[in-house]
């Protein structure tokens, strides 16, 4: 494992910490693992997967694994299937993705379907938390500087 991060129990079972003090584009974790169709990923699986394609489903198996879900998370996943740091991630945080935002390319290829088995009631406590994730939504996490959602003051007061 990393150093820089711990795996321990979080609001939602385990969850990823970190161990540190983390800069913002701190690869923290990768995601790595068999890479699958869906019908061919163990049920008990379904939970942990990552969707690499339109077809193919990655079941991770390194401490990615362990790293939940947020609506307003402080970390994103990149082409190499790293999780990075979105902003500095004070020693202690748990450190979080999320699981139904992708890019607009992403949803055009891969269309509307959800597995009813990723919909979950959200406790991340974020104040844009959409409470039931229950699909995808294209509203892509990027690191901070590049984010649009991340902006505190609203488009209109640039006026
Ligand atoms: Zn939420």
New binding site residues.
């Given amino acids: 494992m990393d150093q820089s991060i711990t795996v321990q129990k979080s609001n939602t079972g385990l969850g990823v910490f970190a161990a540190e003090s983390l800069e913002p584009m701190t690869k923290i974790a990768q995601f790595a693992g068999p890479v699958c169709t869906l019908d061919a990923v163990p049920k008990e699986q379904l939970n942990y997967i990552l969707r690499a394609t339109k077809d193919l489903y990655l079941t991770p198996e390194t401490d990615a694994r362990y790293v939940n ?3 307003d998370p402080n970390c994103f996943i990149d082409d190499d299937l790293f999780i990075v740091t979105r902003t500095v991630v004070h020693q202690g945080t748990e450190l979080t993705i999320s699981y139904n935002r992708i890019s607009e390319s992403e949803a055009q290829d891969w269309g509307n379907f959800w597995h009813p088995a990723w919909s979950f009631h ?5 104040s844009r ?3 039931y ?1 229950n699909k995808y939504i294209t509203d892509e996490v990027r690191p901070y500087a590049e984010s649009p959602i991340s902006r505190s003051e609203p488009q209109h007061a640039l006026k």
């Fill in positions: 879900h947020s609506c959200c406790q991340c406590g974020a938390c959409c409470g994730v």
